[in-house]
């Protein structure tokens, strides 16, 4: 029987408790499906590879990932790293680059029984991943930021025709399993050149998919509609930045941030990372809502199935789904949705609420 290898990178702040309850949910999913497909595979990062590397990174970190399958990662907090470790890239940062984790898929629905800005909405952004305005991982080498003077900064945005196609279309193909409709956001009418190579590239892939709607909408607007009428998107097309920060007004919107989950996928490898961060300001309290990272998990257990073409890592994928849907259903919620439950406890109804086989 196939063996998928998991590596598993806790991260800092919330990271260790939230990953360890997704560590958790997936093998009582795998359990509940009768199945034993998964091993985990622990390697340090973060503050933890500091302590014992000396490396927020190490390179047995990721040397052990190029063995795995894909990996759940935690967040990072590297703006409390020791100064050393301030330049260059982070680590999320250098695992997208050095992987080639070209597409950050990032969806958001409204679930029954959590209460939300918007009423019904089903959305998912395609974000690209490498270039744009990300300055620490839009070069070869160095990053993409010069203090010319010390109180004059260029801070470069990277633009390829490559990587608009490819995250271009990867959103396409997206929007053909699901209401085929895709929304390029962009800025081209003042970043004319570099948003206005994205539009233009977005707009070429889109014509060979006559059978998917197109529209387009500058950041600015798209966030004010986002508010208004989120359930009008379906497939969300954008660049680095404007994806970030689109991700996290959309998680809100559905609930809460902590339920916005997210993969970084490219040819080979996905890695599955919540859409928040470490959230240091409620770190080591177990109240850290962890369905972000648990629905990343069976974002990352489809990419799986759909690469090794194995539906039953599909049916492992939607044990979890169906778990966390069950958790909220029955009124389970933690503190950022105002409810009691800890992050173990949220954990455990989820378990509790998976199909029995
Ligand atoms: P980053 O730049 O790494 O994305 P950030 O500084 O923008 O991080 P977060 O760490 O995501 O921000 O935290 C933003 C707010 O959301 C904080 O108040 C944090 O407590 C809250 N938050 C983030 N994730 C969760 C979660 N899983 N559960 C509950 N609250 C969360």
């Excluded at 050095?98 to 952004?125: E, H, M, W």
């Excluded at 025709?161 to 800025?187: G, L, N, Y």
């Amino acid at each position: 029987m196939e063996i998928y290898r998991i590596g598993v990178l806790e991260g800092d702040g919330i990271g260790p408790e939230i990953v360890a309850a997704a560590v958790k949910v997936i093998g009582a999913a795998e359990r509940s499906c009768g199945l034993e497909l998964l091993d985990w595979v622990r390697l340090p990062v973060g503050l933890e590879a500091i302590r014992q590397y000396g490396d927020p990174l190490p390179k047995a970190t990721k040397e052990a990932l190029q063995n795995c399958s894909g990996w759940l990662m935690g967040p990072h907090d590297s703006v409390s790293y020791p100064e050393v470790h301030q330049t260059g890239r982070n680590p999320s940062g250098e695992l997208r680059h050095s992987f080639d984790l070209f597409a950050n898929i990032r969806p958001n629905r409204t679930l029954p029984g959590i209460d939300s800005v918007a009423k019904q909405a089903d959305l998912v952004i395609y974000r690209e991943n490498t270039e744009g305005f990300y300055a620490d991982r839009n070069m070869a080498y160095g990053t993409g930021e010069w203090q010319v003077t010390p109180d004059v900064v260029i801070s470069a945005g990277v633009f390829t025709r490559k990587a608009a196609e490819r995250i271009a279309h990867a959103a396409f193909q997206a929007a053909r399993s699901r209401r085929r409709h895709v929304s390029i956001i962009h800025k081209a009418n003042v970043i004319k050149l570099g948003y206005g190579l994205f539009l233009g590239v977005c707009r070429e892939v889109a014509s060979q998919y006559p059978d998917v709607r197109v529209d387009d909408y500058h950041i600015d607007a798209a966030a004010a509609h986002l508010v208004r009428r989120a359930g009008d998107f379906d497939v969300i097309l954008t660049t680095n930045m404007f994806g970030d920060i689109l991700s996290d007004l959309a998680g809100e919107l559905v609930g809460s941030l902590g339920m916005a989950p997210a993969i970084n996928a490219g040819d080979h490898f996905a890695m599955a990372q919540a859409a928040h961060g470490s959230a240091p300001d409620i770190a080591g309290r177990n109240i850290a809502n962890p369905v972000g990272i648990l629905l990343s998990s069976a974002l990352l257990l489809e990419w799986l199935a759909g690469r090794h073409g194995d539906s039953r890592l599909q049916r492992i994928a939607e044990q979890i789904v169906r778990g966390v849907e069950g958790a909220a259903a029955a009124g389970i919620r933690t503190a950022d949705l105002h409810g009691t439950a800890s992050t173990s406890e949220f954990a455990e109804a989820v378990i509790q609420s998976m199909d029995r086989f």
